[in-house]
Each structure stands twice: as C-alpha cells, then as structure tokens.
C-alpha cells in the first residue's frame, strides 16, 4: 500500500500546512481532510503524525532567542520515575529537553540528557533506540547544532514507527503527552508577552498540533493511562477550545511538488490575559507530570 504521510505543523517536510489558522472542529476538520485527500490513489492511505520537540522550537524561537537551560526537568528526577506511565510521559519530557538543549550554544548537557533518553527507552521496552551509533554521532555534532537538531527528530520518529508497529499507540500517547507539554512549558517559560513579537501568536497556535494529538490520543482512551492522561490535560484542552479567532475564508491549494497548503480560517486573537492564564495552566500540569506518579495497579 502506498501511504502519504501528513505531518501536522505548518512549517516541515513532505506535507506542509502554511499559515493554518483553522479551528479543527469536527465539520471543519472533515472538509479539510476531503479537500487534501482529493487526486490520491484509492490505496493511498493519509497517516498523521504530530511534529518533533525540535520542529515546535523552530517554529516559535526565532534566530538568535536566548533560551533558558535552567526550565528544563533536572536529570537528577529521572531516577525517580519507577512506574511505565511515569516513565513514557518523561521519557518524551526529557526527549523535547534534549531538542532544547541541543539549540543552546554553550550547553554542554545533551550528552547527560541522552543517558536519560537511552534509560528510558530500555524501560518502556524500546531497546536500541539509542545505540552506540546515535551516541557517537552526537559526540562527533556536539558543536554542530543542526546537526543535533536532526538526530533528535530521528529519535523521536523512529520511536513512533516503532511503538506504532507493535501495536503500542498507549506508549506512543504517554510519550507525545511529555513531550509537548513539556515543549509548550519550556516555550511559554521562555517568552515574555510585552516583548514577544509573534512568538506568543506561534504559541497559540500549537493548539492545532495539541488538536491533532488530543484526537489520536483518543482512540486509546480505554487504556487506564491514557485516560489519565486525558483528564489531567482536560484544563489544556478547554482553554484551547475557548480561544477567540478572527475568521476568513479558508483556501486549501497543491503544488506542483505536491506540497499542501492551507490558508486562511480562523486565527487566533492573543491578549496577554490568555497567555499569562495558558502560561500558568500549562506550568501546572507540567509540574504534575514531572512529579514522582504513584503506579496504578
């Protein structure tokens, strides 16, 4: 079967959704799939996939921001997490730590936080992700921040392809769970409102990514993890659904090297009221997931 692969954000390869500012409510999010999926072969099957920690960052820092390495979680807290759930969700905390830290000039902690990726991995049973190839490689790049920047892309969707194809989509939510509150965490942390220029608007609009994840993370929500999960990002999720949007016209368009692109729908109006309640909101549940969890029996 040939698959297209559709890649959620509005700035990354092979599918590339520019300037999507639409509200993904259900009769919205229909017509759009049908609009996309319109001259695709019958056996052509549409994936989506959420964005890598490192794809969020580059798309709301701009060159030269002057990132803060002491909102990252400890590595000293990696010890701490004893139960699968813990474990996965921070597991995707320290993999959007990693990206973070891999953007820093004079950061020299990516190594320690990859021991931690790599202990992780092992727990939730995914061995061999990281291997002595991927370390040497970051060994040989430390000094080379694009080059970090796309080995931790690398890592994160080869542990997607892999959760994916055995069946574990509840790992894969656990993970995608700590890995994009921790990116908004770190990107609201890092961003002051009076002095943000369209940064906080690139924030905001993380809600159509939390949108598409929130959606997959659904389908899993029958597992006791998921639908843990689930609640605690309730207050996440209905601070995203009440947003307020300017409106146009939505245009969705190909081309020639069949790049999608969506224009126009709904953009979200920023106020320093919602940044300052999202930031505190998502600081929260942040400091929950990082927390020691107790297991569930």
């Given at each position: 079967?040939?698959?297209?692969?559709?890649?959620?954000?509005?700035?990354?390869?092979?599918?590339?959704f520019t300037?999507c500012?639409?509200?993904?409510?259900?009769?919205?999010?229909?017509?759009?799939?049908?609009?996309?999926?319109?001259?695709?072969?019958?056996?052509?099957?549409?994936?989506?996939?959420?964005p890598?920690?490192?794809?969020?960052f580059s798309?709301i820092?701009m060159?030269?921001?002057?990132l803060?390495?002491?909102?990252v979680n400890p590595?000293?807290?990696a010890?701490?997490?004893?139960d699968?759930?813990?474990?996965?969700?921070n597991?995707?905390?320290?993999?959007?730590?990693f990206?973070?830290?891999?953007?820093?000039?004079?950061?020299?902690?990516?190594?320690?936080?990859?021991?931690?990726i790599?202990?992780l991995t092992?727990?939730?049973?995914l061995?061999?992700?990281?291997?002595?190839d991927?370390?040497?490689r970051?060994?040989?790049?430390?000094?080379?921040k694009?080059?970090?920047?796309?080995?931790?892309q690398?890592?994160y969707y080869?542990?997607?392809?892999?959760?994916?194809?055995?069946?574990?989509?509840?790992?894969?939510?656990?993970?995608?769970?700590g890995?994009?509150v921790?990116?908004?965490?770190?990107a609201?942390?890092n961003?002051?409102?009076?002095n943000?220029?369209e940064?906080?608007?690139k924030?905001?609009?993380q809600?159509?990514?939390?949108?598409?994840?929130?959606?997959?993370?659904l389908?899993?929500?029958?597992?006791i993890y998921?639908?843990?999960?689930?609640?605690?990002?309730?207050v996440?999720?209905?601070?995203f659904?009440?947003?307020?949007?300017?409106?146009s016209?939505?245009?969705?368009?190909?081309?020639?090297?069949?790049?999608?692109i969506i224009?126009?729908g709904?953009?979200?109006?920023?106020?320093?009221?919602?940044?300052l309640?999202?930031?505190?909101?998502?600081t929260?549940?942040?400091?929950?997931l990082v927390?020691?969890?107790?297991?569930?029996?």
């Amino acid at each position: 079967m040939n698959m297209k692969l559709f890649l959620i954000l509005g700035f990354f390869t092979i599918i590339a959704f520019t300037q999507c500012k639409t509200e993904r409510k259900a009769n919205e999010q229909e017509a759009i799939k049908e609009d996309i999926t319109q001259g695709f072969g019958e056996n052509e099957q549409v994936i989506y996939m959420l964005p890598s920690p490192d794809e969020i960052f580059s798309e709301i820092f701009m060159d030269g921001e002057e990132l803060k390495p002491e909102f990252v979680n400890p590595a000293s807290n990696a010890s701490n997490y004893v139960d699968i759930k813990s474990q996965a969700i921070n597991l995707g905390v320290y993999i959007s730590d990693f990206a973070y830290l891999s953007a820093i000039d004079d950061s020299a902690d990516e190594l320690e936080y990859l021991r931690i990726i790599r202990e992780l991995t092992d727990k939730v049973n995914l061995y061999g992700v990281v291997n002595e190839d991927v370390i040497d490689r970051i060994n040989e790049n430390l000094m080379v921040k694009d080059s970090l920047n796309k080995i931790s892309q690398e890592l994160y969707y080869k542990m997607s392809q892999i959760l994916e194809n055995s069946d574990r989509n509840n790992i894969l939510v656990l993970i995608s769970t700590g890995s994009i509150v921790e990116a908004l965490y770190l990107a609201v942390n890092n961003i002051d409102f009076d002095n943000s220029g369209e940064a906080v608007q690139k924030i905001f609009e993380q809600k159509f990514v939390f949108d598409n994840y929130y959606e997959f993370a659904l389908q899993y929500s029958d597992d006791i993890y998921v639908k843990t999960v689930l609640n605690e990002l309730a207050v996440i999720k209905d601070m995203f659904d009440h947003f307020s949007y300017n409106e146009s016209d939505i245009n969705v368009s190909k081309s020639d090297d069949n790049i999608i692109i969506i224009e126009g729908g709904k953009e979200i109006i920023v106020t320093k009221e919602a940044y300052l309640g999202f930031r505190e909101n998502i600081t929260n549940l942040r400091t929950l997931l990082v927390s020691i969890s107790k297991s569930i029996n």
